[in-house]
């Protein structure tokens, strides 16, 4: 269920990572309980929207506000409601950590790093690691899992903290086209469950079209945000992607290919 109250909007605000400007003169609302694609191709800014939320990028100008509050620190309480999962990183089969030890380190910033996790903290990771489907794989090894396993655990972190708003940034990359579709629909249920706002990064436009509330095309600048009928039109896409996009009717949303392949 969204709500017309904005819990995240960028008021003109232009972004730099490393020395670049990778976000310019970027206005956005996000409305509490949106389910958001982001897309655009390589290098467009999506993993800095992200970390612009996060508070790990400020803005040179203009502002970025979180539940009201444009304070720039990582460590502002507000930023506390906020569940992240960056990019999938391999995990070394060797590491000698379970499944629930690796859901826990999602409750280390309300417990403290030098404090021992409650019974409560406890309970939080169980209850997140059954919303993932993985509470029966809580002291397995996590680098004995799957990769689609492994991402549930991931998932199952970012919820044991908690969140308002939760973060997912390439969440389905790396792993085959069944499992893609299981934590596509895994992630659709913890919205409606849980009344979540998402904002989904992916360059997968056909993956999240036909789940997404709305869409938002990027390319260092703001190209488009709305419905995904409305953002997926040819003319609007070839801006980033070139005059090879192809858009074609397909159920309820476009299907698009960029190029030689998919989007």
């Known amino acids: 269920m969204t709500t017309n109250e904005d819990v995240i909007r960028f008021d003109r605000a232009t972004i730099h990572y490393r020395d670049r400007v990778a976000l310019h003169d970027i206005t956005l609302g996000i409305r509490a309980g949106e389910f958001i694609g982001i897309i655009g191709p390589n290098g467009s800014g999506k993993t800095t929207l992200l970390k612009a939320i996060l508070g790990l990028v400020p803005p040179v100008s203009g502002s970025v506000r979180v539940f009201d509050?444009?304070?720039e620190r990582l460590r502002?309480?507000?930023?506390?409601?906020?569940g992240y999962l960056p990019q999938k990183d391999l995990v070394d089969p060797h590491f000698p950590i379970t499944v629930a030890e690796a859901v826990m380190m999602g409750r280390y910033s309300s417990i403290g790093l030098f404090r021992y996790p409650g019974k409560a903290d406890r309970a939080i990771v169980s209850e997140a690691l059954t919303a993932v489907n993985m509470v029966a794989e809580a002291g397995t090894p996590l680098g004995e899992l799957s990769g689609g396993q492994q991402q549930r655990v991931m998932i199952a972190r970012a919820l044991a903290q908690r969140p308002e708003v939760l973060l997912l940034d390439e969440p389905t990359t790396g792993i085959d086209t069944p499992t893609q579709h299981a934590i596509m629909e895994l992630i659709r249920r913890l919205h409606r469950d849980l009344r979540l706002t998402i904002l989904f990064v992916t360059h997968d436009i056909n993956l999240i079209s036909r789940v997404a509330d709305r869409l938002i095309l990027l390319n260092t600048?703001?190209?488009a945000a709305g419905p995904p009928s409305d953002v997926l039109r040819r003319d609007t896409l070839a801006?980033?992607?070139g005059k090879d996009i192809v858009v074609t009717d397909h159920g309820a949303a476009p299907y698009v290919i960029v190029g030689d392949h998919h989007a």
């Not at 502002?76 to 906020?82: F, G, L, Q, S």
């Open 69 to 71: 509050c444009a304070c």
């Open 76 to 82: 502002c309480e507000h930023r506390a409601r906020i």
């Open 221 to 223: 600048r703001l190209f």
């Open 239 to 241: 801006q980033v992607y």
